[in-house]
């Protein structure tokens, strides 16, 4: 809108020039070639008076109807930020003492802050873009964790430590008086029970979820646990945090790859238990505790194998002590008549043969816990919520494998003879149930603790329960433990407080660790888009100029 340049215009008299839109007159007229020359340069959209307008046009700009329309609809915030941020003049007439200055007044400063004001609002579209960018790249999945994430798997792994060790305790004492007190010795349909309990660790575990979440309806609150579930079993599979939101493995369906693994693990753990339960009657009591506890020692040689840990030092001295406090609670009180008979009672011939056996079960033990880790655990960086109720739904599924799949040895066993299935008795059936629900309850909190910390950890760890049934047996029977027991179960102990200090100050680094990896790959991928979006102004601005 410009002031008339009009010779006859008078002060004070508003004139209106129709710019980018259409007037409401008619439109008016190029004159004619033929008339006077002084005529034929006039601009189509000429000026108009303010006065000359229509009576029904001029009510549109009479100040109580523009308030009266201002007011009706008054311009929200939102608004306001859209023009600044465009650089497009409001669209709302001025009020306030400016608001009856003549529409068409030229003013060169006006002129200079809209032009001003457009170089301004490319700026802040630069900036409102940059931080846009930047805000929608931090949602993204990254490795950066809470401070205090470390402490927490430690916290909840020294609840599920405690847990395990308490039940197993319950599991050996119970299982140990069915067999040799009730005389219900059926080895492998003991294992079959027991590992076939772990069904029920899922169930348990969605009802105190369920719990937990009283306030979603059950519909909200299953479907979120399932996409739980499946997001995690997509990180187990392809070992990355990202893999949920990658639009190609997304749609790839996981629980075929959790069925294979659940049956290459389960029968790792079933050769495992197996060589137990079959090596007890041909072997020593010393020699069955020592060799099935060097699974310790294996965990870590395929730990170093399959989850490329380094060879550490501390690490290394601290499996080797606690290998040695093993050997000198089984070995240290050779001179005992109980164990001298029980040694003349069998024969050399069998007791290499279940000390082979043995031996195999070790080392399949420490093979299925690393399998475990490396196989059937989400990768580091997961959250411990989320890697705890993976770890027992990953539990019911071997549970569930044993009960469909491992019940076939059952009569084939019995037809040969091998074992020869009995109903226990009422007392032994109380026993056995007690027995099997705390080897449930030992297995889930075991798997936990081998999801939050590391195999080699868990292993030591469970050398502790050594020390825990000696203490158990000694308030039963009265026996008070030898000075070898105590001292190779404080040399376990030992053994395993330099562990966890090594496994935390390891788990420390790798999480600094992977958050500089994962800081340094933002600031490169910001950088190139910086690079890229200068650019791309800068031809803008470059076409701004041309224009």
Same mark, same amino acid.
């Given at each position: 809108?410009?002031?008339?340049?009009?010779?006859?215009?008078?002060?004070?008299?508003?004139?209106?020039?129709?710019?980018?839109?259409?007037?409401?007159?008619?439109?008016?007229?190029?004159?004619?070639?033929?008339?006077?020359?002084?005529?034929?340069?006039?601009?189509?959209?000429?000026?108009?008076?303010?006065?000359?307008?229509?009576?029904?046009?001029?009510?549109?700009?009479?100040?109580?109807?523009?308030?009266?329309?201002?007011?009706?609809?008054?311009?929200?915030?939102? $608004?306001?930020?859209?023009?600044?941020?465009?650089?497009?003049?409001?669209?709302?007439?001025?009020?306030?003492?400016?608001?009856?200055?003549?529409?068409?007044?030229?003013?060169?400063?006006?002129?200079?802050?809209?032009?001003?004001?457009?170089?301004?609002?490319?700026?802040?579209?630069?900036?409102? #873009?940059?931080?846009?960018?930047?805000?929608?790249?931090?949602?993204?999945?990254?490795?950066?964790?809470?401070?205090?994430?470390?402490?927490?798997?430690?916290?909840?792994?020294?609840?599920?430590?405690?847990?395990?060790?308490?039940?197993?305790?319950?599991?050996?004492?119970?299982?140990?008086?069915?067999?040799? $007190?009730?005389?219900?010795?059926?080895?492998?349909?003991?294992?079959?029970?027991?590992?076939?309990?772990?069904?029920?660790?899922?169930?348990?575990?969605?009802?105190?979820?369920?719990?937990?979440?009283?306030?979603?309806?059950?519909?909200?609150?299953?479907?979120?646990?399932?996409?739980?579930?499946?997001?995690?079993?997509?990180?187990?599979?392809?070992?990355?945090?990202?893999?949920?939101?990658?639009?190609?493995?997304?749609?790839?369906?996981?629980?075929?790859?959790?069925?294979?693994?659940?049956? #290459?693990?389960?029968?790792?753990?079933?050769?495992?238990?197996?060589?137990?339960?079959?090596?007890?009657?041909?072997?020593?009591?010393?020699?069955?505790?020592?060799?099935?506890?060097?699974?310790?020692?294996?965990?870590?040689?395929?730990?170093?194998?399959?989850?490329?840990?380094?060879?550490?030092?501390?690490?290394?001295?601290?499996?080797?002590?606690? !290998?040695?406090?093993?050997?000198?609670?089984?070995?240290?009180?050779?001179?005992?008549?109980?164990?001298?008979?029980?040694?003349?009672?069998?024969?050399?011939?069998?007791?290499?043969?279940?000390?082979?056996?043995?031996?195999?079960?070790?080392?399949?033990?420490?093979?299925?816990?690393?399998?475990?880790?490396?196989?059937?655990?989400?990768?580091?960086?997961?959250?411990?919520?989320?890697?705890?109720?993976?770890?027992?739904?990953?539990?019911?599924?071997?549970?569930? #494998?044993?009960?469909?799949?491992?019940?076939?040895?059952?009569?084939?066993?019995?037809?040969?003879?091998?074992?020869?299935?009995?109903?226990?008795?009422?007392?032994?059936?109380?026993?056995?149930?007690?027995?099997?629900?705390?080897?449930?309850?030992?297995?889930?909190? #075991?798997?936990?603790?081998?999801?939050?910390?590391?195999?080699?950890?868990?292993?030591?760890?469970?050398?502790?329960?050594?020390?825990?049934?000696?203490?158990?047996?000694?308030?039963?029977?009265? *026996?008070?433990?030898?000075?070898?027991?105590?001292?190779?179960?404080?040399? !376990?102990?030992?053994?395993?407080?330099?562990?966890?200090?090594?496994?935390?100050?390891?788990?420390?680094?790798?999480?600094? *660790?992977?958050?500089?990896?994962?800081?340094?790959?933002?600031?490169?991928?910001?950088?190139?888009?910086?690079?890229?979006?200068?650019?791309?102004?800068?031809?803008?601005?470059?076409?701004?100029?041309?224009?």
């Amino acid at each position: 809108m410009t002031r008339s340049d009009s010779t006859d215009s008078t002060v004070d008299d508003l004139t209106f020039t129709p710019s980018g839109t259409e007037s409401p007159l008619p439109p008016v007229h190029r004159l004619s070639p033929s008339s006077s020359s002084k005529f034929s340069f006039a601009r189509a959209p000429s000026p108009l008076r303010f006065n000359s307008l229509p009576t029904g046009i001029k009510e549109e700009f009479e100040p109580t109807r523009q308030q009266i329309r201002f007011d009706a609809d008054p311009p929200s915030d939102n $608004d306001d930020d859209d023009d600044i941020m465009s650089g497009r003049p409001s669209m709302h007439r001025p009020t306030g003492p400016q608001s009856h200055v003549p529409l068409l007044a030229e003013d060169k400063r006006e002129n200079a802050g809209r032009s001003r004001g457009r170089s301004e609002g490319i700026a802040s579209r630069q900036q409102s #873009f940059a931080s846009h960018r930047s805000s929608f790249r931090s949602r993204s999945p990254t490795y950066a964790q809470p401070e205090n994430v470390v402490r927490r798997k430690y916290i909840y792994a020294s609840f599920f430590l405690i847990l395990s060790l308490i039940s197993f305790v319950v599991q050996t004492e119970t299982a140990v008086y069915i067999q040799h $007190d009730l005389h219900w010795n059926k080895a492998y349909c003991m294992m079959y029970l027991t590992h076939g309990s772990w069904v029920f660790l899922w169930p348990v575990q969605l009802a105190i979820i369920r719990l937990q979440n009283r306030k979603l309806s059950w519909p909200v609150f299953w479907r979120r646990h399932l996409a739980l579930l499946r997001s995690t079993a997509q990180m187990v599979q392809s070992q990355d945090l990202h893999a949920p939101a990658s639009p190609v493995l997304s749609k790839v369906s996981p629980w075929p790859y959790m069925i294979k693994m659940t049956a #290459f693990i389960t029968t790792c753990l079933t050769m495992a238990g197996g060589s137990w339960y079959v090596a007890v009657d041909l072997t020593s009591p010393s020699d069955l505790t020592a060799i099935y506890n060097c699974s310790a020692f294996f965990a870590y040689v395929f730990s170093i194998m399959l989850l490329n840990d380094k060879l550490r030092f501390d690490k290394a001295i601290s499996v080797g002590l606690a !290998i040695i406090g093993v050997f000198v609670v089984a070995y240290g009180d050779k001179d005992d008549s109980e164990s001298g008979s029980g040694e003349e009672q069998k024969g050399v011939g069998a007791k290499l043969i279940g000390n082979i056996i043995i031996g195999i079960g070790s080392v399949a033990y420490g093979f299925y816990e690393v399998l475990y880790k490396r196989y059937a655990c989400p990768p580091e960086g997961c959250s411990p919520g989320r890697g705890m109720i993976f770890a027992n739904t990953f539990g019911s599924m071997v549970g569930l #494998f044993t009960l469909t799949v491992l019940w076939i040895p059952l009569p084939i066993l019995h037809l040969t003879g091998l074992e020869v299935f009995e109903l226990p008795s009422r007392e032994a059936a109380g026993l056995l149930a007690i027995s099997t629900l705390s080897n449930a309850v030992f297995s889930g909190s #075991f798997l936990v603790l081998m999801s939050l910390t590391s195999p080699v950890l868990s292993s030591v760890a469970a050398l502790l329960t050594i020390f825990l049934v000696g203490i158990t047996d000694w308030l039963v029977t009265g *026996k008070p433990l030898s000075a070898a027991a105590l001292s190779g179960c404080a040399l !376990i102990v030992v053994a395993f407080c330099m562990l966890s200090g090594a496994t935390y100050k390891e788990m420390k680094e790798e999480q600094r *660790k992977r958050e500089e990896e994962e800081s340094k790959a933002l600031e490169m991928s910001d950088e190139d888009e910086d690079v890229d979006e200068e650019d791309e102004l800068g031809r803008r601005r470059a076409r701004l100029s041309d224009g």
